[in-house]
């Protein structure tokens, strides 16, 4: 069954740093989703990316972050300067269209020291 | 808000019973849908219900919808302690470009 891939399982960084988490979606796929779960809390969405742009994005989703599919394949969550607070497990997910389940990845483990 | 909100927050429950979980959410939506995460991992699609169903079935797992109380059901039938999980709801609403808003989601405990 196709999968949705995250690289890495666990990164560890320090307060200010810039770090990008890295997925490869479902190639058939055309949305592509972050959403984030700090620990013991709900999951939150981040951003949506449609047809090579942001389609929505949440209050969470500041300049500090942005995304990309720089190739095609990859889609990349880029957080320039890392906080404390940003200490979570990031989730890439995609979907064929509109109306249809997701695949998520089995996540990015991102904790700021 | 539309979010999704379960009940139980707990259950613990021992082989072979069936689990029956809530979700609740506050405005009108496309689908609702499930999601289990084990421990620590990824979140998995269990099941998609749209606006205009009721009831769809997938393997042992039961969903209900009734939109016009907000209100899905998910029921596990026959459970094993490999159902032992997390799960959640989660609802697409029609305004959205597929934002999913989550529930706190219901952690089952299934024991042999």
């Known amino acids: 069954e196709p999968e949705v891939t995250q690289t890495p399982s666990h990164q560890v960084t320090q307060m200010g740093q810039e770090v990008i988490l890295r997925c490869v979606p479902i190639?058939?796929?055309?949305?592509f989703y972050w959403y984030r779960q700090i620990l013991g809390q709900k999951v939150e969405f981040l951003v949506s990316?449609?047809?090579?742009?942001?389609?929505?994005k949440s209050e969470i989703f500041d300049d500090q972050f942005s995304v990309e599919r720089p190739d095609g394949s990859n889609f990349t969550l880029k957080i320039r300067s890392t906080k404390l607070e940003d200490s979570a497990m990031y989730f890439c997910?995609?979907?064929?269209?509109?109306?249809?389940?997701?695949?998520f990845g089995s996540g990015t483990r991102l904790t700021v020291v | 808000s539309q979010q999704g909100e379960e009940d139980p927050q707990a259950l613990s429950i021992q082989e072979g019973e069936n689990a029956t979980m809530n979700c609740s959410y506050k405005?009108?939506?496309?689908?609702l849908q499930w999601y289990r995460q084990n421990s620590g991992r990824g979140l998995v699609h269990l099941i998609l219900?749209?606006?205009?169903?009721r009831e769809k079935h997938s393997g042992r797992l039961r969903v209900t919808l009734d939109t016009s109380k907000k209100s899905s059901s998910l029921l596990i039938t026959a459970s094993r302690a490999a159902d032992t999980a997390s799960y959640f709801c989660?609802?697409?609403?029609?305004?959205?470009?597929?934002?999913?808003?989550f529930g706190a989601g219901t952690q089952v405990v299934v024991t042999p």
């Open positions: 997910a995609s979907r064929v269209d509109r109306g249809y389940g997701y695949t």
């Open positions: 989660a609802t697409d609403g029609p305004d959205s470009w597929g934002k999913l808003q």
């Open positions: 219900i749209r606006s205009n169903e």
């Open positions: 190639s058939n796929h055309l949305y």
């Open positions: 990316f449609y047809n090579n742009e942001i389609s929505e």
């Open positions: 405005t009108s939506i496309n689908n």
